[in-house]
């Protein structure tokens, strides 16, 4: 099961897409939970390896320190290029 409406292409196995999934199903929910506990933690270890970004604040969010700090420093290399504000800040089209 996965939330939302598409699936990877590559599964090695039947997947079943469900719009809201974590809002209806309880191991979705749970996934939810622990994928954003472990991102957060993955964050603020990267906080130290990238300090100008202050990921250990924030976690990556769009906030307005985030922004600040991609226009100030540009994208570092964990940065996800598919993020239009970090494609901007890395000087590249929208």
Excluded: W
């Amino acid at each position: 099961m996965i939330d939302g409406n598409s699936a990877p292409a590559d599964m090695p196995c039947p997947v079943e897409t469900i719009i809201d999934g974590d809002a209806y199903v309880a191991c979705i929910s749970a996934a939810s939970i622990i994928a954003k506990v472990e991102r957060d933690r993955m964050m603020t270890a990267l906080c130290a390896q990238y300090p100008g970004y202050a990921f250990a604040r924030h976690k990556g969010y769009g906030t307005p320190e985030h922004q600040r700090a991609l226009a100030e420093l540009g994208p570092s290399p964990i940065h996800r290029r598919s993020f239009k504000p970090v494609r901007l800040a890395a000087g590249q089209a929208a």
